[in-house]
């Protein structure tokens, strides 16, 4: 009886399903949601932003978009981009982001942010409060308007006072009270902070119930200042103050040592740690070139030279001379740094622990090429992901890191009924990055269709004019 009930409702619930107009239809195309592990052929219907239903059956739509041939997936989320302006959120779409948060470093001004934002954005945004910007910010030197980094100096490179960084925690509290998701910290941009000023944000970050992502103190084998130093440093802050640590770019940070530091990773997390990681397909990476990150030592710390410091505007190799010049001048110039190899790059995409997470800067092809990237070299070429794999790297995994900040994040990252809209239709036989070193911004392929919030973003390859259906994603602090 109860059986017969059952199977009437649901007939009941079909055919109003059936009969129901969407605002949007995906028809035909192939499902994929990693945390049911549905993979099959099914119709989407999109209503009022959200995901109404998945079926077999025919649904009728306002508009039907035709997916038959291509993959439907829930649309990737980018734990770390900095390239917040228009164009770089146009590269983002097409290459299937539908979120692409600053979280690494985060942003000076957390309100100013997100008013500058609101009803301009293509794609979902968010920051985290800057514990670079607020250092900077009490030592006197307040960052440069649209920067996040400061020039290394006294701000960075010396340690504070226990009243400095009592009005460090004090101005990030009123940035997390703003709406930051987190608290960012890149500490090597900040090598002056001692190990207990990192312990006493995480003890800030961990009384919000909030995470901390950081950029690890150094990169290298040296010692002391090892990229393994680094990583006990904050597995060590997050084990003291029960605060979540999201440690970025560890195929950067932790450079020929990656898969040391990714067991350090999965040790702590046997032992009920809550850390996680990120990694993006490169063998270089970009940075400000007036930095404390080249501080004397940089070389026999990160094993290069002058030469593999590449200006990406001309592709000049540095010299001595020229680097003095450029590391002294009070103007952000960003250079590229060679400083990994294709063979660590490639272990650490494959490995489960890491989520696919951009770094995304104009400048750098990650910005624009990331995520297609990983589905043309490792999914279709190198066949050391299965697309399953990769798309879980790309949604499920940075929005269960997400929600650790927002409960908005347990919408998103999944293709199943009652979730956000954010969706990505590509086909993935041609998914590819066309975005090099020389052409950094060059769009990539693949991405017929994109979705934010039900509003199409890309629409049959293009970027859909006048659209801005981004929505912030903010922290609890914010009321
Ligand atoms: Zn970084």
Redesign the pocket.
Do not use: A, K, L, M
């Given at each position: 009886m109860r059986k017969l009930i059952f199977c009437l409702s649901l007939f009941c619930l079909s055919s109003f399903c059936a009969a129901q107009q969407y605002d949007l239809v995906i028809e035909g195309g192939r499902v994929l949601d990693p945390e049911t592990g549905l993979d099959a052929v099914r119709n989407i219907g999109i209503l009022g932003g959200k995901i109404a239903r998945i079926s077999a059956l025919p649904l009728n739509g306002s508009r039907v978009i035709q997916a038959a041939g291509l993959v439907v997936a829930p649309g990737f989320i980018d734990l770390h981009q900095h390239g917040q302006d228009l164009a770089s959120q146009r590269v983002k779409a097409l290459d299937g982001v539908t979120t692409a948060l600053e979280l690494?470093?985060g942003v000076p001004d957390v309100a100013q942010f997100l008013k500058a934002k609101q009803g301009r954005s293509l794609i979902n945004y968010g920051t985290s409060a800057s514990h670079v910007a607020a250092r900077a910010a009490v030592f006197g030197a307040p960052l440069p308007a649209g920067t996040i980094l400061p020039k290394s100096g006294p701000a960075t490179d010396e340690s504070a006072t226990p009243e400095q960084i009592e009005a460090i925690e004090a101005r990030l509290r009123a940035e997390l009270d703003a709406g930051g998701l987190a608290v960012g910290m890149?500490i090597?941009y900040t090598p002056g902070a001692t190990r207990l000023e990192v312990i006493d944000m995480f003890r800030l970050a961990a009384q919000r119930a909030l995470p901390v992502y950081t950029?690890i103190r150094s990169a290298g084998r040296v010692e002391p200042g090892s990229g393994i130093e680094a990583v006990s440093e904050v597995i060590g802050a997050s084990a003291i103050t029960g605060a979540a640590l999201h440690i970025?770019?560890i195929n950067?940070?932790c450079l020929r040592d990656s898969l040391e530091c990714l067991s350090m990773v999965a040790g702590a997390r046997a032992r009920g740690l809550d850390v996680t990681t990120e990694a993006y397909p490169y063998i270089a990476g970009i940075?400000p070139i007036n930095s404390a990150l080249f501080n004397p030592g940089w070389q026999e710390k990160l094993g290069i030279g002058y030469s593999d410091l590449v200006l990406p505007d001309t592709g000049e190799h540095l010299t001595r001379q020229r680097f003095n010049e450029l590391h002294n001048s009070s103007a952000t110039q960003w250079v590229l740094v060679y400083d990994n190899t294709q063979e660590v790059v490639d272990q650490v995409i494959a490995n489960p622990l890491v989520m696919i997470a951009s770094?995304g800067v104009e400048g750098h092809p990650r910005n624009a090429g990331t995520y297609s990237r990983v589905l043309a070299e490792y999914v279709r070429e190198k066949g050391t992901l299965t697309l399953m794999d990769a798309i879980r790297k790309m949604t499920l995994m940075p929005a269960e890191m997400l929600q650790r900040s927002t409960a908005a994040a347990r919408h998103m990252g999944r293709l199943q009924e009652g979730c956000d809209a954010d969706i990505v239709v590509f086909d993935a036989a041609t998914i590819r990055d066309r975005a090099t070193f020389q052409k950094p911004m060059q769009p990539s392929e693949g991405v017929q269709f994109l979705l934010v919030g039900g509003t199409v973003v890309v629409d049959e390859g293009k970027i859909a004019p006048d659209v801005f259906p981004g929505r912030a994603l903010l922290g609890p602090g914010k009321p």
């Open positions: 690494e470093i890149g090597q950029h970025v770019h950067s940070s940075t770094d």
